[in-house]
């Protein structure tokens, strides 16, 4: 579906008109007439088309989510490290599944959000005749075994649907990481200040 006041739209020099539930592109029919051998032109236009449209979609559903432009900022908290002696590490609050709040380390380098089994247990995730056990890397190689679920979550005022690694082990962290999380804001860490700022 296209959005906005007007149907038609320019994207790339390919001008798109939605006509009786089909796009049609003039440029394109402008390039037959000019050289009727050549092919492609119209699925080109189309993809850009999908692409341009993925992306309003996405645009959309990060305002949405962050309708009111939000801005929260999470002090930095220290910690006692057996290597390094006290450090400052970036935490944030999140609640899941509407109800349970959770301080979780904000790690940029991680690809996706984990939790531990029993954090996995207190939102309500139950393991499925076809869930199928996967294995996450950490630092040195590591390994711990997850299934991929799918919790909402709400950081701020901001809430959304985020896959979760849930750990089927308990020995690990609580890490908010970067998938369905870090698009939806503009993740700013201040050393300096000791702040992880969250905004949109």
């Not at 309003?56 to 057996?82: G, I, T």
């Not at 609640?95 to 940029?108: A, C, K, L, N």
């Amino acid at each position: 579906m296209w959005r906005g006041d007007e149907e038609a739209q320019v994207i790339r020099g390919c001008r798109l008109f939605q006509v009786q539930g089909q796009v049609c592109s003039d440029s394109w029919k402008e390039d037959r007439r000019k050289r009727p051998g050549r092919r492609g032109s119209l699925a080109r236009c189309q993809q850009k088309v999908s692409a341009q449209e993925t992306r309003a979609s996405q645009s959309l559903e990060r305002r949405n989510a962050c309708a009111d432009h939000m801005r929260v900022d999470f002090p930095y908290v220290r910690e006692w490290s057996s290597s390094f002696g006290t450090v400052a590490r970036p935490l944030a609050k999140v609640i899941m599944e509407g109800e349970f709040p959770q301080w979780m380390y904000v790690d940029s380098g991680a690809d996706i959000t984990l939790i531990p089994s029993s954090v996995g247990k207190l939102v309500g995730l139950r393991r499925g005749m076809g869930d199928r056990s996967q294995r996450i890397f950490g630092v040195g190689r590591s390994s711990v075994p997850v299934l991929i679920k799918r919790i909402s979550m709400r950081l701020g005022s901001a809430e959304f649907r985020c896959r979760v690694a849930w750990s089927q082990v308990e020995d690990v962290p609580l890490l908010l990481g970067r998938m369905d999380v870090f698009k939806r804001f503009n993740v700013t860490f201040k050393e300096k200040e000791g702040l992880t700022t969250f905004s949109c």
